[in-house]
């Protein structure tokens, strides 16, 4: 169906069923010789099934299974990068069959990774184009990238429990997880999709254009209403940011 800039692929398989795919891939970013930032196998694998998981879920959809593909030896890297990718999903509270693929032939010098989450969405449930005029648009979070993130649990950077808590909260419209391209596309994305125009906050201090690497930050649209839910549903010591509003 293609969905204007989201990185996610829609694509009807019923009459109240979507089939809703997402990937993430990483280079470059590990423990080998020539990585550009050293950190990890683990993190690099906790980080990267992170991307994928939201991205599915952030549309309303049920992840049902997932792909991992490691451009490196079974091990050490590919060990250490599956040990990451199943602490993720225990973190998440999700059991997922994978397919796991490796580089048994040639050596290699750089980590790669590629790892893919399928998920279903009912269709009366999917969260793409539903933002509303009026609504006011918040990041949750910070966008940090390379060597900014060392730790999967850092209280400024968003975690699929954020997500799943979002989902439950009335008033809350569009949920996007925000990755190199910056906020600033994503929500002009978020407007254009809905035929809007985002009015930007004058009080917001966010740098709008930085990457935020493994979607470390979201934006959410939401009713006016919704503002004392997402203060009191989990995020206090989460960033919360008004960008915002859809005119």
């Given at each position: 169906?293609g969905y204007h800039?989201?990185d996610?692929?829609?694509?009807?398989?019923?009459?109240e069923?979507?089939?809703?795919?997402s990937c993430?891939?990483?280079?470059?970013?590990?423990?080998k010789d020539?990585?550009e930032?050293?950190?990890?196998?683990s993190?690099?694998?906790?980080?990267?099934t992170r991307?994928?998981?939201?991205?599915?879920?952030s549309?309303?959809?049920?992840?049902q299974m997932?792909?991992v593909?490691?451009s490196?030896e079974?091990?050490p890297?590919g060990?250490?990068?599956?040990?990451?990718v199943r602490?993720e999903l225990?973190?998440?509270?999700?059991t997922?069959?994978?397919?796991?693929s490796?580089?048994?032939?040639?050596?290699t010098q750089?980590t790669g990774l590629?790892?893919?989450?399928i998920?279903v969405a009912e269709?009366?449930?999917?969260r793409?184009?539903?933002?509303?005029s009026?609504d006011?648009i918040?990041?949750?979070?910070?966008?940090k990238?390379?060597p900014?993130i060392n730790?999967?649990?850092d209280?400024e950077i968003?975690q699929?429990?954020?997500?799943?808590a979002?989902?439950n909260?009335?008033?809350?419209?569009d949920i996007?997880p925000?990755?190199s391209?910056?906020?600033h596309v994503?929500?002009?994305?978020?407007?254009s999709?809905?035929?809007?125009?985002?009015?930007?906050?004058p009080?917001?201090?966010?740098?709008?254009?930085k990457?935020?690497?493994?979607s470390?930050?979201?934006?959410?649209?939401?009713?006016?209403?919704?503002?004392?839910?997402l203060k009191?549903s989990g995020?206090e010591?989460l960033p919360l940011t008004k960008?915002?509003?859809?005119?």
């Open positions: 169906m800039g989201r996610v692929e829609v694509v009807s398989i019923s009459k069923q979507y089939l809703v795919a993430d891939s990483c280079g470059a970013i590990g423990m020539l990585d930032v050293r950190i990890s196998w993190i690099t694998g906790r980080l990267t991307v994928a998981l939201m991205e599915v879920l549309t309303g959809a049920v992840p997932m792909t593909a490691i490196n079974p091990y890297t060990e250490g990068i599956l040990e990451g602490e225990v973190f998440a509270r999700l997922l069959p994978m397919a796991i490796t580089e048994k032939n040639i050596i750089q590629g790892v893919s989450v998920g269709k009366n449930q999917l793409i184009g539903t933002s509303q009026g006011n918040y990041c949750l979070g910070f966008p990238v390379g900014e730790n999967p649990e209280s968003v699929i429990h954020h997500i799943q979002l989902l909260i009335c008033g809350v419209h996007i925000v990755g391209r910056g906020i994503e929500a002009q994305q978020l407007a999709n809905v035929k809007k125009q985002m009015i930007v906050d009080s917001c201090v966010l740098d709008l254009h990457s935020a690497g493994p470390t930050c979201l934006i959410v649209s939401a009713s006016s209403s919704s503002i004392f839910d009191s995020f010591r960008l915002g509003r859809l005119d």
